[in-house]
């Protein structure tokens, strides 16, 4: 079993930056990809950003690419969301995720075994 654990998330105006943090415990030698999920009341929960565990490949939602980057630290295993020129929209709970997939990788949650509690992010105009 994995358990994930986020932080960093709170209240920000437009314009501004935010930096979440999500630690993997367990067995997490059989991780290969973390990502992050968000969803904001009444919408589905959809993917953000994903990167395998070497930090090599990775994708973003068009939504947020250009403004946010997400990177690891394998050693510490944990995974980052460094959120720039957030927008009202970017307002939802944000979840880390972790698969086990081997292959190719996506951000479809179905693809994602653990999944975190959750951080919430609020970004006022």
């Known amino acids: 079993q994995v358990q994930l654990a986020e932080s960093g998330g709170g209240s920000v105006q437009a314009g501004g930056s935010l930096r979440l943090s999500c630690v993997a415990y367990?067995?997490?030698?059989?991780?290969?990809?973390m990502a992050w999920f968000r969803q904001a009341p009444g919408k589905e929960r959809g993917g953000v950003a994903f990167?395998?565990?070497?930090?090599?490949?990775?994708n973003y939602a068009d939504s947020v690419k250009g403004r946010f980057t997400i990177s690891q630290d394998n050693a510490k295993a944990t995974v980052f969301l460094q959120m720039n020129s957030l927008k009202p929209e970017d307002t939802a709970r944000y979840y880390c995720?972790?698969?086990?997939?081997?292959?190719?990788?996506?951000?479809?949650?179905?693809?994602?075994?653990?999944w975190g509690q959750g951080t919430q992010v609020t970004v006022s105009s």
């Open positions: 995720a972790a698969s086990t997939m081997v292959g190719d990788m996506s951000l479809r949650d179905s693809d994602y075994n653990y």
């Open positions: 367990g067995y997490t030698y059989s991780v290969n990809w």
């Open positions: 990167i395998d565990t070497g930090g090599v490949y990775g």
